[in-house]
């Protein structure tokens, strides 16, 4: 079996920050690409940020400037630091990893979502 587990969530004021993080674990054999998502109330979930195994990184419009992706593969851990935080921010945040477990099985995992609120 394989979880992704985040923490990180809450609410801040805007022009603020949050670091959110989400570690893989379970019967892993790589961590492929990396990502988050988020989903506001009554809105489709989208895209955030997306890293690769060995680096690479883009973001969505709406966050560039703002937020980092990184990662650190020997934790199996992608974190998504958030600063210039907006009213518009606020949604549920979800990590997304493709995974390879050790049966050579490759699909994508989702973690349970954290609540982001950017509210004075």
């Known amino acids: 079996q394989v979880q992704l587990v985040e923490s990180g969530g809450g609410l801040v004021q805007p022009g603020g920050s949050l670091r959110l993080s989400c570690a893989a674990s379970?019967?892993?054999?790589?961590?492929?690409?990396m990502a988050w998502y988020r989903q506001a109330p009554g809105k489709q979930r989208e895209l955030v940020a997306a890293?690769?195994?060995?680096?690479?990184?883009n973001y969505a419009d709406s966050v560039k400037g703002r937020f980092t992706i990184s990662r650190d593969n020997a934790k199996n851990t992608v974190y998504l630091q958030m600063n210039s935080l907006k009213p518009e921010d606020t949604a549920v945040y979800y990590c997304?990893?493709?995974?390879?477990?050790?049966?050579?099985?490759?699909?994508?995992?989702w973690g349970q979502g954290t609540q982001v609120t950017v509210s004075s």
């Open positions: 890293i690769t195994s060995g680096g690479s990184s």
């Open positions: 997304n990893a493709d995974i390879t477990s050790r049966v050579l099985v490759r699909r994508p995992y």
């Open positions: 379970g019967t892993i054999f790589r961590v492929n690409d």
